[in-house]
């Protein structure tokens, strides 16, 4: 699966809206981009995922160039709850038993 | 939605004991489930994946015979550290997905372990 680069943290203020960037410039043609968070002292929770379209769902937006190198979550309205670690993962599609594998990810931290 | 239960959510151990950790899949039949463990301020690690009525496959590093997975139905899989020392003091991070990815892949809340 391909590699992804993601900034350490990030700071967003409260009702603005957060754009977290994942760098993914050896994706594959049959590779998703996933993207889960994980809130402290939580399991992560999916929040999006998306082949080569945008794609929008009650949490967030996923917006991939097109050249599919990379990619930004969008979360139109950051809420204080909206702290957490964000994950951009790219792997195939979940095909039986296909493991999912975290990096560094990136802290967005939403300040009042 | 797909629904992961972990239990406990917490615990604390003594050192040289054994502790198991259970996670079920409540509305869904989990066909793979994949153990995670999570040192403070690090990432994610995948420990082991397992598939129903199988052997599970453990990462490079993982030991086998200190971290015995069972995933003996379609609902359960088991995690028990064996002898556990204060080193192996992390939280641990069940996650499910049923045939051919349905149902995506959720994780459950999570166990603190505290060997003392």
């Known amino acids: 699966d391909a590699k992804t680069t993601q900034p350490t943290s990030m700071d967003c203020a409260e009702g603005r809206a957060a754009n977290l960037p994942c760098n993914h410039s050896?994706?594959?043609?049959?590779?998703?981009v996933y993207w889960y968070r994980q809130i402290h002292s939580q399991g992560p929770q999916y929040i999006i995922h998306?082949?080569?379209n945008n794609e929008t769902n009650e949490m967030a937006s996923l917006i991939i160039t097109e050249d599919r190198k990379s990619s930004t979550l969008i979360l139109p309205h950051a809420t204080l709850r909206d702290t957490a670690v964000y994950y951009c993962?790219?792997?195939?599609?979940?095909?039986?038993?296909?493991?999912?594998?975290f990096g560094a990810g990136t802290i967005l931290r939403v300040k009042s | 939605g797909a629904v992961v239960s972990q239990h406990p959510s917490r615990v604390i151990c003594k050192s040289g004991t054994s502790v198991k950790i259970e996670c079920r899949s409540l509305d869904f039949q989990a066909t793979t489930m994949f153990w995670y463990r999570q040192f403070p301020k690090q990432s994610l690690m995948l420990m082991a994946t397992s598939n129903e009525g199988s052997k599970a496959t453990y990462e490079q590093g993982v030991e086998k015979d200190k971290f015995l997975i069972n995933h003996a139905s379609l609902t359960l899989s088991t995690l028990t550290v064996t002898s556990a020392h204060p080193e192996d003091s992390s939280f641990y991070i069940c996650?499910?997905?049923?045939?051919?990815?349905?149902?995506?892949?959720?994780f459950g809340s999570g166990t603190r372990l505290t060997v003392v």
């Open positions: 996650s499910a997905t049923g045939a051919r990815g349905a149902y995506g892949y959720t």
């Open positions: 998306g082949l080569k």
């Open positions: 050896t994706i594959s043609g049959n590779e998703y």
């Open positions: 993962i790219v792997r195939r599609f979940m095909e039986y038993g296909n493991k999912l594998v």
